[in-house]
């Protein structure tokens, strides 16, 4: 398609839409009472109008029924959770059983570790990529250090080559290699948060397999974003986030994967608590702990009801509209965006940089954008003028169009005062 820079057309884009009506579905913030013109849906969604409902019905039931909410509230809370399987499964490519919702993300991380990260010997070492998002470089270190390792010795960090932008599956591929029988886990962002690469997850999980190691991705930027096959490359497992693409609200409750492998299985390690147990058998209060047959079996407490209950609303959406629709927007908005970029960068004669692949197959919706020459002051002009993104130092704007509520126009009128606001800092 050839792109124009001008209202007209990104008009027309809009026009063509077949996900415009959900954009009506969320709230908008506004700045100078318009609404914004929102970026970072890669770090908290927009709140989906239809949240509320599903909140509130939880406390009125909470309000008229007390502890028989369990059982009789419209929406029973004690398999509350078991709604999230069958769309969720949709989303990160699984089987329902694959799948559940419990507590957050980095604490999810950490027991799936305790499951899948099982040093012996030799064989300690995990491979992560250079400057992962610092909650699992926290995470991973503290697990090489529980087992007794020193995480300088078993913390195998892929680097990106001097002067690239973005890595490169071959060196993943050759570090693994290398690796080989000290391999332990591949434990990767599936989505980088900081420059929005996608990796190639099935190849570098066939390649991790090959080895004898597990494989497990931290999927915050990646679920629902990006297209995911969990269950058929292979993956060990994975967990993400719900409140970045996903709109379930601030800290809200992570999602976790387990491949059907380890299923039903007694003789697995994990921590386990009583949600875990066996559905059927849980109120018999017995001693001897039966796994349920799914991935909640990796459940410890009872779940949090309320908070769960924007997830819930917000899944509709995705049932709705379906990954496929998603991701074919998804991938016309981010361009016509890197389009648009393109175009004020010749204008205003900047020299922007997009460090995001322009690889459709290694991108998602990110694009983040090292402004040469351009210090936070406009950061801090984009957010008075309504455009709501984030800054990362040095000098770089993450940009991610959600496609359920952002529109083609967002991206022309973002270029326009993009525009202004490095023209009047020259003058
Ligand atoms: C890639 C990645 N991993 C982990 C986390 C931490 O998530 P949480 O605070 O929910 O544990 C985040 C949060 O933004 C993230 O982006």
């Known amino acids: 398609m050839q792109f124009q820079n001008t209202l007209a057309f990104a008009r027309e884009l ?41 909140v509130d019905d939880i406390m009125k039931d909470w309000k008229d029924l007390a502890v028989e909410g ?55 070492k995990i491979i992560c990529e250079e400057k992962a998002f610092p909650s699992d470089q926290y995470m991973l270190a503290s697990q090489v250090k529980f087992h007794g390792y020193d995480p300088k010795e078993a913390l195998v960090e892929i680097k990106k080559r001097e002067g690239e932008s973005f890595w490169r599956t071959e060196d993943i591929l050759k570090i693994i290699e290398e690796t080989g029988d000290e391999l332990a886990l591949v434990m990767m962002g599936g989505v980088n948060y900081y420059n929005g690469q996608v990796f190639d997850m ?14 497990g991705w931290d999927l915050a930027h990646g679920a629902g974003n990006a297209e995911l096959k969990l269950h058929d490359w292979g993956v ?34 994990r921590f386990e608590g009583w949600w875990g147990h066996h559905k059927e058998r ?25 908070a769960m209950a924007p997830y819930l609303a917000s899944l509709e959406i995705f049932e709705e509209v379906g990954m496929e629709k998603l991701i074919q927007k998804r991938n016309l908005i981010t361009s016509y965006l890197e389009f648009v970029l393109h175009e004020i960068d010749k204008e205003v004669d900047s020299t922007f940089e ?15 954008v090292l402004l040469h020459g351009e210090g936070r002051a406009l950061f801090d002009y984009l957010m008075e003028s309504g ?30 005062i993009l525009k202004k606001g490095i023209l009047n800092k020259k003058k």
């Open 354 to 368: 997009i460090i995001t692949p322009s690889n459709p197959k290694e991108r998602a919706s990110q694009l983040s």
């Open 387 to 416: 455009v709501i993104t984030d800054w990362r130092e040095p000098n770089v704007i993450r940009l991610a169009p959600v496609p359920l509520y952002t529109s083609y126009e967002d991206m022309y009128h973002f270029g326009q």
């Open 282 to 306: 849980r109120f018999l209060m017995e001693p001897e702990f039966v796994p349920q047959p799914n991935a909640e079996a990796w459940h410890v407490s009872n779940a949090a009801v309320i």
């Open 14 to 54: 809009d026009q063509q839409d077949e996900l415009k009506k959900y954009r009506s579905e969320f709230h908008f913030p506004k700045v100078n009472n318009k609404d914004v013109i929102y970026f970072t849906g890669n770090s908290l969604g927009l709140q989906p109008k239809r949240a509320q409902k599903y």
């Open 202 to 215: 099935e190849t570098i999980t066939k390649a991790a397999k090959k080895q004898g190691a597990h494989v």
């Open 70 to 124: 369990h059982f009789y509230a419209e929406k029973p809370w004690w398999d509350y959770h078991e709604r999230f399987a069958k769309p969720l499964s949709k989303i990160v490519g699984a089987k329902p059983e694959e799948v559940t919702v419990m507590n957050t993300l980095t604490v999810n991380l950490h027991f799936l570790m305790v499951s899948f990260y099982r040093p012996e010997g030799n064989r300690f």
């Open 236 to 269: 060990d497992f994975a967990a993400w986030c719900s409140y970045k693409y996903m709109n379930s609200g601030p800290g809200n409750v992570s999602g976790i994967f387990v491949h059907e492998q380890y299923l039903n299985r007694n003789d697995f390690p």
